[in-house]
């Protein structure tokens, strides 16, 4: 007969220490990784959303005032007395409004105007900015519709349409300025870039805030515009 020895307290409670801080070390560098993750994929998400809002800009402002003609050289709808207009608030964001002609996938042509606008948008207590585009079809007549507002993209700081071909001819060249911010907080981004520079009626100014932000610009070229 041998007696069983079992683990004395002092030996149960050293264990459940050494292995409560093993759990606790590893729950912090769980906590650590996520957060890593979680702010890489919010950076990656706001610099791919500011990459495809300036593509789909590009493509519509670069439209503006194109008159398609038939086979006889003949503008179907006449010319276009204004290709592109620009609206300067004082409490938010420039609008651009774009009109140009398009073909259908069946053969038919429309005379679509295109407006691109920001509006103030709050979810569960959540505020933001959000960028609107609305398709309008100006002609035919029998196809006239007035497009629903689609939500392009979210958390926009600042937009800006600046008319830069100087001269005579401002239209024919123009820059457009954007600023997104991520959705989440985080600590303070060493890696913020500011340009200290907005044209038209910017109000933007450098933000104490805790979001990871990025500005993006480009020119465009309107071939068709003789302005």
């Given at each position: 007969?041998?007696?069983?020895?079992?683990?004395?307290?002092?030996?149960?409670?050293?264990?459940t220490?050494?292995?409560?801080?093993?759990?606790?070390?590893?729950?912090?560098?769980?906590?650590?990784?996520?957060?890593?993750?979680?702010?890489?994929?919010?950076?990656?998400?706001?610099?791919?959303?500011?990459?495809?809002?300036?593509?789909?800009l590009e493509r519509d402002v670069r439209m503006a005032g194109y008159?398609?003609?038939?086979?006889?050289?003949?503008?179907?709808?006449?010319?276009?007395?204004?290709?592109?207009v620009f609206v300067n608030k004082t409490t938010c964001c420039d609008e651009a409004t774009i009109i140009y002609d398009s073909r259908t996938a069946g053969a038919t042509t429309q005379r679509l105007e295109l407006k691109y606008f920001t509006k103030?948008?709050?979810?569960?207590g959540s505020a933001r900015t959000r960028l609107y585009k609305q398709v309008n079809i100006l002609k035919p007549d029998a196809e006239k519709k007035t497009g629903d507002e689609a939500?392009?993209?979210?958390?926009?700081?600042?937009?800006?349409?600046?008319p830069a071909?100087?001269?005579?001819?401002?239209?024919?060249?123009?820059?457009?300025?954007?600023?997104?911010?991520?959705?989440?907080?985080?600590e303070r981004a060493i890696d913020f870039q500011w340009q200290d520079f907005y044209p038209g009626?910017?109000?933007?100014s450098k933000p104490d805030i805790k979001y990871r932000v990025q500005e993006f610009s480009t020119s465009v070229a309107i071939r068709n515009l003789t302005l």
């Open positions: 007969m041998h007696r069983e020895k079992g683990f004395t307290l002092v030996e149960v409670l050293v264990s220490a050494v292995s409560a801080i093993a759990l606790l070390t590893l729950l912090v560098s769980y906590d650590i990784v996520e957060k890593q993750y979680t702010k890489i994929r919010d950076t990656e998400t706001l610099m791919q959303s500011g990459r495809n809002i300036l593509k789909i008159v398609y003609h038939n086979d006889q050289g003949v503008a179907e709808f006449g010319s276009i007395t204004q290709p592109i103030s948008y709050s979810l569960g939500t392009m993209a979210d958390y926009i700081d600042e937009l800006q349409f600046h071909g100087g001269g005579a001819t401002p239209n024919r060249l123009i820059e457009i300025y954007l600023r997104l911010r991520t959705r989440r907080e985080f009626d910017s109000t933007a």
